[in-house]
């Protein structure tokens, strides 16, 4: 649901001049972004370079998401979102409304899903652990992300990494999440509760690589936890994974380091029993041929006795004969 | 510290009514008490026809709420949204009035530069956080919101499971209408959780009138007169200063 305002926004023309009221700063949109609930963010042109923008006919949104990149960027040396640059007004000459703005760094990168798709499922776990460092960071802060979904991670690189955007969602520990989506929302599969803790971050990221694995359209019936573990136990590569993701669908991590450390952990395991597997295979082929040489050896000595019996046979039957004429 | 207390009307409906006073009035009536009137419209497959969409819109804009038109399928996310988005309107109604006590009639937080609307966001945020919330849920049962009833439940039990996650308390009660004796009939009474409401909906029975002014009159008397908005000012007037 879109009002007019937001709408008239997604469809700026390439080459509109956005000038702030404030800080006067000028920014060429070159194409937009993407969307979501309460914005539009386009690609443009400054003084500064290539960055993002985004524009909003929500005041409060802009002032909420300008906050806490504000905090971000004083949490110098991690990816944890994008820097802000820039937070103003844009008259704009049609509409003669003051649209509030703010302008981010832009990073260039491949939305998550699109990134897998193209480079294969093993990418998964790695992209989740890269993530799993950063949402600890961000928690460490006293933060939690919120509305963690695959379409507001950007796989920069390279090498790819992992950033997280859209910090709308992005909530005080303690408080209530400010913003989410249904699928990624314990509340949602009836889980837990929408305060904002670490754990809440946590279960967001077993739904991805859930969603990530088996890309099917999801939607909750009955009962939510048995429904994921079904889903789970169909997939090859989700149930390698299945005590991790049970222990953090139940909320039973209080850190994402931990999270990590097992996902690492199950790895290793199953890295491990995949060479073991390979070893024990190899030996039983080594013994079988064996085997197989020792019945040849046996099989050769037999056919020597027998010609020696009959050249035997023979040289007695012709001495015999000899002696008996 | 000691935080005033939000009280909103959360109307849910698929139309028009046809029985009674203008719930437009009623909605206006509201405002004055200090009660916000927010509106959703629930649409089966199709649209809602024009005097339904106007009456809905009507009664958000004079109710000094928030009105949203979904299909039943959207509802959880939409009821959730409206009611926060709701306070968050009106406790920047509140803080932009104090504002003006401090800077003069014609500013408003637009007026401020970003740097400093970040600090009054961050105190409104702050206060929709802690405030404790009232919401008396007014559901339509008449005629075709029947088939919807479930879902509404849904939204209901999503509801509080969002606003429990806050620090500040809540307080629900549930109403419907037509009801079986009078113009509106109480279903859950004042609680902080809404689970028994599990229990209560499969009784419902639907059908008959659509009294939504009579409905919105009486649920107002509801609303314990003890703590006004205006309240809410002066318990935090000290605070506000302090953060500013």
Redesign the interface.
């Known amino acids: ?1 879109m009002n007019h305002t937001l709408k008239g926004l997604c469809n700026l023309r390439a080459g509109t001049v956005v000038t702030g009221k ?1 800080h006067h700063q000028s920014y060429k949109l070159l194409k937009p972004l993407g969307h979501g609930a309460n914005g539009v963010v386009y690609l443009a042109e400054s003084m500064k370079g290539i960055v993002a923008l985004k524009l909003s006919d929500n ?2 949104a802009v ?2 998401e ?2 806490v990149l ?1 905090r971000f960027s004083k949490v110098q040396g991690v990816a944890l979102g994008p820097s802000l640059l820039d ?3 844009w008259v704009t000459p049609l509409m003669k409304k ?1 649209i ?1 703005f ?1 302008v981010m760094e832009y990073i260039k990168g491949e939305d998550f899903s699109t990134f897998i798709r193209k480079r294969g499922k093993e990418w998964i776990v790695i992209l989740l652990l890269q993530l799993l460092s950063a949402l600890d960071k961000l928690h460490q802060e006293g933060w939690v992300f919120g509305d963690l979904k695959p379409e507001n991670l950007l796989v920069a690189g390279p090498p790819p990494t992992v950033r997280l955007l859209d910090v709308g969602g992005t909530t005080l520990q ?4 400010k913003e989410f989506t ?1 699928l990624y929302d314990r ?2 599969w009836g889980l837990g ?4 803790e670490p754990s809440y971050d946590l279960f967001a990221v077993a739904m991805i690589m859930i969603q990530s694995c088996c890309p099917i359209k999801l939607e909750r019936k009955g009962d939510g936890r048995h429904q994921l573990i079904s889903i789970i136990q169909a997939d090859g590569m989700l149930r390698k994974y299945q005590a991790v993701l049970m222990k953090a669908i139940d909320g039973k991590y209080k850190r994402a380091s931990e999270m990590k450390q097992d996902l690492l952990a199950t790895i290793h395991r199953s890295a491990h029993s995949h060479s073991k597997q390979r070893a024990s295979k190899k030996t039983t082929q080594k013994s079988q041929r064996s085997k197989k040489r020792k019945r040849g050896k046996a099989k050769s000595v037999v056919e020597t006795a027998l010609i020696i019996a009959v050249l035997l046979c023979a040289y007695a039957i012709y001495v015999y004969h000899q002696i008996l004429p | 510290m000691r935080k005033g207390t939000l009280r909103q009307i959360l109307l849910i409906t698929d139309g028009c009514s046809n029985h009674g006073e203008d719930p437009i009035a009623m909605a206006a009536l509201a405002k004055e008490q200090g009660i916000t009137v927010n509106v959703i419209g629930v649409l089966d497959q199709d649209t809602i026809d024009e005097s339904g969409l106007r009456e809905i819109e009507g009664i958000a804009l004079s109710g000094g709420g928030i009105s949203q038109v979904v299909y039943a399928k959207q509802l959880s996310q939409t009821v959730q949204m409206v009611t926060r988005k709701a306070m968050t309107q009106t406790l920047q109604g509140v803080v932009n009035k104090e504002l003006k006590q401090i800077l003069g009639p014609d500013v408003s937080l637009e007026d401020l530069p970003p740097e400093k609307r970040g600090e009054v966001m961050e105190v409104v945020d702050e206060l929709g956080e802690t405030v404790e919330l009232e919401v008396l849920i007014l559901i339509d049962t008449s005629g075709s919101m029947k088939t919807k009833l479930p879902t509404v439940k849904e939204a209901l039990l999503d509801l509080s499971l969002s606003l429990n996650a806050r620090i500040g308390d809540n307080r629900f009660a549930v109403f419907v209408f037509p009801g079986k004796r009078g113009n509106v009939e109480k279903i859950v009474d004042w609680t902080p959780k809404m689970e028994e409401l599990s229990t209560v909906f499969p009784k419902l029975t639907s059908g008959g009138l659509t009294p939504t002014g009579p409905a919105l009159r009486e649920a107002l008397t509801y609303f314990e007169r003890k703590r006004s908005l205006r309240s809410l000012i002066r318990d935090d007037e000290s605070y506000f200063e302090g953060s500013m």
């Open positions: 649901m404030w005041s409060e002032t909420s300008v906050n504000r937070v103003d007004d003051h509030p703010y303690g408080r209530a999440i249904e509340g949602y509760s929408r305060k904002a």
